[in-house]
């Protein structure tokens, strides 16, 4: 594991809950422009912490890098989704678009593949 990837997984860990934590009532806000209900908010907020925290894990323990990593970049691929699916503005896909990347290398450093 290199530094670039501590960092990714730190930077990916922190934005998470900087939003699901602080920004709370905007991703309220998010999911019923989506149709979502609050149900679905719930799994995929308690999914986001829990992942994030395997990131951060997975710094002292390796074994733990990839699968969080790879289901994180998932969820980020469905946030995708949904801001195509409701018309939202570029601005507003900046930010899972860039965790997916950073989720991929995350991925790819946890295998290996660079």
Known sequence: ??????????IVALSVAYVWIFRFDNIVKEFKQYGLNNLTRSIVGAAKIALSTLLVAGIWYPGLILVPALLMAFLMVSAQYFHFKTGNPWQKHMPSLLLLILCLFIAAVSLKLI
Do not use: H, W
């Open 1 to 10: 594991m290199n530094n670039y990837s501590i960092a990714a997984q730190l």
